[in-house]
Structure formats: C-alpha cells, structure tokens
C-alpha cells in the first residue's frame, strides 16, 4: 500500500479536515480567506507537515491560478502526502556536500532553508546541539549512520507534531473568540457545553479554482519568485537607463510612457547600478509599478508592480498586457536613500590651469562627467541624442534646450550622427570652465543636481537599469517623457493613493485600538515592508506608531517612532521598513495609540 493510500484510511475524515484546518487558521483569520500566491500555498502545507517540490506546486498553481479557497487546500492535502521520517533520511543523506563525511552547521542551514519550514542558523545549531553528542558541531553519519540519521529525523518530526499541537490551540481560541462575538451580538449567554471545532462550512465542496481573468486585468499581478520565462531569449526586449533624484526630501526621477500595439505576455525588471563613486553598501531598492493611462471599469489604474527579486536587488514581474498605453514609473522606499543630512565644508578641485595658462578639468572631475554621461545615455548606444541632452539640461538648468542652444553645440563640438560623443560631452564642460575663466559655480550646479556632494561622492542620486521584454509584440516602445515628481493621474489620485491601495489590498489588516474605522495594514515581499494606516472615518486622527520594538530594521525616517495625523476617508503610507543587514533575521513589530 502506498502511503498516499495509507493516509486516507488511517486518519478519520473529520480529524483530517481539523489538521488542515488549524494549519490554515495559522495564516488567516478565516477559512474564507483564500491562498493568493505560491509561497502561501508552500507555506500553508508545510504548516501540515508537508513539504512539496517545486514540480508539485507547479501542479496545483499553474500560470492561470489567481487563488485558491480552503476547499481546493484540502483536496491538494488530500492527494499530496505528509513528509515521512524515511523522506527526511533520504534528504539529509545528501547535505554532505562538500563529501567530508560530516553534516556542519552551515550544510545543514542550506538544506532547511531550501525547502521545509524555514529556520535561522540559530535553530539550527539547536536542532544540531541536541543529537550532537561530543558537540562539535558536526554529525558524523560514517560510524553510525542509521542512529545519528534516526535521533535527527525523530527530532524534526517531533517538531512538527508540537507545531500542529500549537496549530490546534491556536484554532480553539480563534473559535472561541468567534463563538463569544456572535453571542454578544445576538445577546445569547454562552453555555458550559464545548462547541464542535468543525461546521458543515468546513467540509469541503466541489468548487472550481479560481482563474486569472486576462482580459480584464483589475487586481494587481502576483508573481512569487524572480523567475525569467526559459524562453526569454526569443522575446523583444527594449531597455532604458534611469535615476532617482533627491531634491529637497522630495523624490523625483525618470518616468516612461509604454506603448503596447499587441496583447502580449511582459517581462519587466529593474535593477540599480553602482556609481564608481557613490553608495557601495546594500542596493537601494529599485521597483517598479505599471499603470493604465485610464481607469478600468472598476476604477483601477495599476495594473502590476515588482515585488520579487534575486540577490543582486534585480526586481522583476511577469504579467499579460492588452494593446494599450501604460505609464511605467520606477519606485523606492527610500529606506536607503535619504536626504544629506550636512555637506562637508572641503571641495574637490574641479579646474585646473595647465602651463599655458588655459582652465582645464582635472582627472577626478573628468571621471564623475564620464559617469554623468553613461547615465544620461538612456538607450546605451555610447552617445547622447538631443532628447537625451534635453533630459538631461532640464535636470540641471530647469530648461529645454532651444534649437539656438542646441545650434551652440553643433557649432562647438563635433557630433556624430547628429548625437553628442563622450568626447564632446566632455570638451563642453572644459569649454564652460574656459568661457567662465575657471569660475566653477555652474560646474558644481550640475553636479549637485545629478547628486553629487562636495567630494564628487553620488548621494542624492540613484542610477537604475530598466529591461521590459515582450513575448508576442515586436514593436512595443518604451519612451522617457520626464524626470520628476510623480503627476497626479485620472481622478486626481496622487501616485502614492495608488500604492497605498495595492498594499492594502495585499497587506494584512489589523485595526487600531480605540478607533472602530482606522485599519493598519502591514504588507510585505522580497525586499520590504510598508505600514499603511487607512482611515474610514469622519474626523482626523492623530495616531502615534512606535516600530522601535522592530529587529534588524532601518526605516525611511529618522526614527522609529513618530506621530501623525490622518486625514477623514484618506489612507498614509507611515513607514517603510527594511532589512539592515540582510544577511540576518529581520522582524517588524509596531504598536499603534491614538492620540
């Protein structure tokens, strides 16, 4: 008998239906709830004891899964079976990676952390402490092979039944806790007598699963791991350089208009690039959202936005479009990128006077112009078009360049293809500091507004790499309108009303004391986490968040704990939280008080 087989006919219907349930309420508030995403669906059956490869996900969350109910989550636990301890031998037999015949701590955190439940090194070197008899912190498995294996594989399992123990307790307080609401609206006395943990709304019944309606594309896309499509290759791809700007604590960088002629499957990610000098620490967070250029009939504008990422801080998104026009507009926390707090008094040295006497740009300037102009050339083909010295004029004087001007630098620099070289971006700069005889305040004005300081560092400025790929659209255009703030879009909804609306709509909701209409919503994905407040009620609310309790976390404010006010019917964004050093553990814990 198989043990799929062997689990249905040793475990009574109902109980079995009880385990998934608990294992269910762990995540969610209700069985109503649904599974929106892959990673909830693994998290959700490792809660069971299950731990399903990446083959046997794909089975059940296929491209055209939206979500999946309680129902469908039974019948996945149903068909999939429990983890045995002779799985888990199998598995931990091939840890001894690097062949020494040992299982170190660091073998061992790569396999738990890969599949299964995920724990930090720190349980791990529990879980190792506990069978590791002479306490070396290696398991040696070549003189006793069967008993080191069995203690282990005992362990992990023991561990998991004491995890559906607490599943279970978890369960009757939630159900208690529902029992006495609904006797305290109906005015009924609660009884001595123990309720049943399991309602005829908890058996399962024949349901579809629910599937993406491509068409429309009103909820925002979900894709779960930075995966590319195997065939990516074949796809059209169109890229744009770009920047982030801090300018007065406000945001403003590049934005670009979409133009899509075919429905086509889209590929988008964006990454930030390093200065040669500037900030070397973890990357900035670079994301992006796409938006309709109107509502649909629902009123929604956003269409899709990244949340997933590898581990050199590339975020991507996978979604279906339909011809159309879309704004892409690149996004940050800030977490990472804040406004200088002072400027040093000493200056780097920008001209110099050769033996001749003429004004000439020194060795260090030269190559932060070099950077400047690697940026500016949005496309990438080793040259700066007109729009592109036109983006970059706007940035650093506040004005377009007129055909006079630009008639200027043809007369004054030799072109090629009617487009600026490196070469005579740079002979411009060395003529401006000829023409205003070494005077260097127009020099450091386009150097602060690209986001240098006084030392020639880049700190008020992010470069980032933006690749959209398409698969069934050859002549899709990708074009950069502006570098700004963020517009406001139909229905004077502020860009920040649109990403306060998707967290909310992903984020878990938790209501503030003391206020029947003010919610917090704490959404999360690969690289952050953002608190968002929405207030539903009549009057302003002055709330006070203290996120201080919080590990391993750097914000984009000053402090961890701030007040603010929320205006009626309005959502805020309050706080943006993200891993300090991430290569550690990080959690985010607020308490929220009204004021």
């Given at each position: 008998m198989s043990r799929r087989s062997s689990r249905s006919s040793t475990m009574d219907q109902g109980e079995f239906i009880l385990e998934c349930k608990a294992a269910y309420l762990s995540m969610f508030d209700s069985i109503k709830e649904k599974i929106e995403s892959?990673?909830?669906?693994?998290?959700?059956?490792?809660?069971?004891?299950?731990?399903?490869?990446?083959?046997?996900?794909?089975?059940?969350?296929t491209n055209d899964t939206d979500e999946l109910s309680f129902d469908d989550f039974v019948d996945i636990c149903r068909k999939e079976p429990v983890t045995t301890s002779d799985d888990l031998m199998k598995a931990f037999r091939k840890i001894d990676i690097n062949g020494d015949g040992y299982i170190s701590l660091e073998e061992l955190h790569k396999i738990l952390t890969s599949k299964g439940e995920k724990k930090s090194k720190s349980e791990v070197k529990t879980m190792i402490d506990e069978v590791d008899e002479n306490r070396d912190g290696r398991l040696d498995y070549k003189e006793e092979p069967v008993l080191r294996y069995s203690e282990f594989c005992k362990m992990v399992m023991s561990t998991t039944e004491e995890s559906k123990k607490m599943q279970r307790k978890m369960m009757e307080r939630k159900e208690k806790k529902k029992k006495q609401e609904i006797e305290r609206r109906v005015g009924t006395p609660s009884g001595s007598r123990k309720s049943s943990l399991l309602s005829i709304d908890d058996l399962p019944r024949p349901s579809p699963r629910v599937k993406k309606d491509k068409s429309r594309q009103s909820s925002v896309s979900r894709s779960h791991k930075l995966d590319e499509p195997k065939n990516l290759r074949e796809w059209t791809h169109t890229k744009s350089k770009g920047s982030f700007f801090m300018e007065d604590g406000s945001l403003i960088c590049h934005q670009y208009d979409f133009n899509l002629p075919d429905d086509s499957k889209i590929w988008i990610t964006m990454q930030p690039q390093k200065a040669s000098r500037g900030m070397d620490s973890n990357p900035v967070d670079t994301s992006v959202f796409i938006l309709r250029d109107r509502p649909d009939e629902d009123g929604n504008l956003l269409v899709a936005f990244t949340e997933h990422r590898d581990g050199r801080g590339k975020y991507g998104v996978s979604c279906d479009l339909s011809a159309g026009k879309y704004y892409i507009m690149p996004y940050t926390t800030g977490c990472r990128f804040k406004s200088r707090k002072s400027e040093s008094e000493k200056e780097a040295k920008l001209v110099s006077q050769d033996k001749g006497g003429k004004y000439v740009i020194t060795k260090a300037f030269r190559k932060v112009l070099e950077d400047i102009f690697d940026y500016s050339d949005l496309d990438g083909n080793g040259f700066m078009s007109r729009k592109e010295f036109n983006l970059f004029n706007i940035r650093t004087s506040g004005e377009e360049v007129a055909d006079e001007e630009w008639q200027v630098v043809e007369d004054r620099i030799d072109l090629e293809d009617g487009e600026i070289t490196k070469a005579g971006f740079l002979q411009l700069n060395e003529l401006e500091a000829e023409d205003s005889e070494g005077d260097t305040e127009d020099l450091w004005t386009?150097?602060?507004?690209?986001?240098?300081?006084?030392?020639?560092?880049?700190?008020?400025?992010?470069?980032?790499?933006?690749?959209?790929?398409?698969?069934?659209c050859d002549d899709a255009e990708l074009d950069v309108v502006r570098v700004d703030s963020y517009p406001t879009y139909p229905g004077d909804l502020s860009f920040d009303d649109i990403i306060s609306k998707s967290f909310i709509k992903h984020g878990e909701i938790s209501r503030v004391k003391g206020m029947k209409d003010l919610c917090m919503y704490t959404y999360k994905n690969d690289g952050w986490a953002s608190l968002v407040l929405d207030n539903k009620s009549h009057t302003r609310v002055r709330v006070e968040l203290d996120c201080s309790r919080s590990e391993n976390v750097i914000s984009n404010h000053d402090s961890l704990q701030r007040t603010l006010r929320v205006d009626p019917g309005s959502t805020l964004i309050a706080y943006h939280l993200m891993p300090e050093d991430e290569d550690r553990d990080w959690q985010v814990k607020c308490t929220e008080t009204i004021r």
């Open positions: 892959q990673d909830s669906l693994l998290e959700a059956l490792q809660q069971t004891g299950r731990n399903p490869s990446v083959k046997v996900l794909k089975k059940y969350w386009t150097l602060v507004s690209m986001g240098y300081n006084k030392q020639l560092i880049m700190d008020q400025a992010c470069p980032f790499q933006l690749d959209v790929y398409t698969e069934d």
